[in-house]
């Protein structure tokens, strides 16, 4: 795979839909493939598919006005490829988790089914994939549906391999769908900021950009040795 992350000075226009060529515009993910130097699609293999799921459902729910703000964010989707167990679990739970507190009650029980799902499977893969408290303030707006959905639970317990296949998906649709359709008066900033939190954590669970930049600003805070 060739790399070409830094965005040309002529790009495709960022439109919803699939395209058959740059011509007719570009998706979110049409853009990261050709930035990859792979054959062009919106589903490239250098990008995890449920990223890309999400990266996808944002671009194609955002209005003409807005969808041009993603364009930075096309480049660091290139490459973010691991282990599709706990990234694709990592992206659902995030979406789930921005979405939880504004969604629809439907949605809700839905979105809180899944994150206790989502928690259980990576209690058994890798939890600290997590960004810190993120399922626990996502699970606390939404009390009752939390609730039912323990409910649920108790009477059945989803397969891991049915949670990364389907459920992960699911949960992404749902979440996009409930904040786009949910009343406040921002859903589209809340998109937008949706999707560059899930690039963030799988950045950080990949030890990416992300990881790095916190780690200098770790070492910048820390006091100099003796003597330097």
């Known amino acids: 795979m060739t790399s070409r992350t830094d965005i040309p000075g002529l790009v495709p226009t960022l439109a919803a839909g699939r395209h058959r060529t740059a011509r007719q ?19 490239p293999p250098c990008t995890d598919p449920t990223l890309a799921l999400l990266a996808r459902a944002v671009n194609d729910t955002l209005p003409d006005r807005r969808r041009g703000e993603l364009v930075l964010d096309v480049p660091r989707v290139v490459g973010l490829r691991g282990d599709d167990r706990v990234i694709a679990l990592l992206v659902a739970a995030r979406a789930a988790a921005e979405a939880l507190p504004v969604a629809s009650m439907e949605r809700q029980h839905a979105l809180a089914s899944g994150l206790l799902s989502v928690e259980a499977a990576l209690a058994d893969l890798d939890r600290e994939a997590l960004p810190e408290g993120l399922l626990e303030t996502a699970l606390a707006a939404a ?42 008066p921002d859903p589209e900033d809340r998109l937008i900021r949706l999707l560059r939190a899930a690039i963030g954590d799988v950045e950080r669970a990949l030890g990416g950009p992300v990881a790095a930049a916190e780690d200098a600003r770790r070492t910048s805070r820390e006091p100099l040795p003796v003597g330097a």
């Open 25 to 43: 515009g570009a998706c979110f993910m049409e853009f990261a493939s050709y930035l990859a130097g792979e054959r062009w699609s919106d589903r």
């Open 143 to 184: 009390p009752n549906s939390v609730a039912w959905a323990r409910e649920q639970q108790a009477r059945m317990r989803v397969r891991h391999r049915d949670l990364v296949r389907h459920g992960a998906p699911s949960m992404v649709a749902t979440a996009v769908a409930g904040i786009a359709f949910a009343c406040v």
